[in-house]
């Protein structure tokens, strides 16, 4: 079983690249899954709806879950961007 705990001190290492903050301290982190089949979901949510930087982001949030032991499968969606939907197919397996 995957330790909740872990998968957000590996999406504390992905920091805003302008504010210099983690994306969980600032709050872009939101509904957080860990199921019992080791499938992690969570949503990133920019605080500006054109925020060039959220698929960097997001990509890389994705990429450090993938190391917490026990994660097999790894569902990023971003929200709240313009391009959301664009954004959002490129993020899938």
């Known amino acids: 079983m995957v330790?909740?705990?872990k998968v957000i001190e590996a999406l504390k290492k992905v920091a805003d690249p302008h504010?210099?903050?983690n994306i969980v301290d600032m709050g872009l982190v939101q509904d957080l899954?860990?199921?019992d089949e080791g499938n992690v979901k969570f949503k990133i949510i920019p605080t500006n709806p054109v925020c060039m930087s959220v698929m960097n982001m997001a990509i890389m949030a994705k990429e450090e879950v993938k190391k917490v032991?026990?994660?097999k499968?790894?569902?990023v969606k971003i929200e709240g961007h313009v391009m959301e939907k664009d954004l959002n197919e490129m993020l899938k397996d």
């Open 3 to 5: 330790d909740k705990e």
């Open 19 to 21: 504010m210099g903050v």
């Open 73 to 75: 499968k790894v569902d």
């Open 33 to 35: 899954e860990v199921d």
């Open 69 to 71: 032991e026990g994660v």
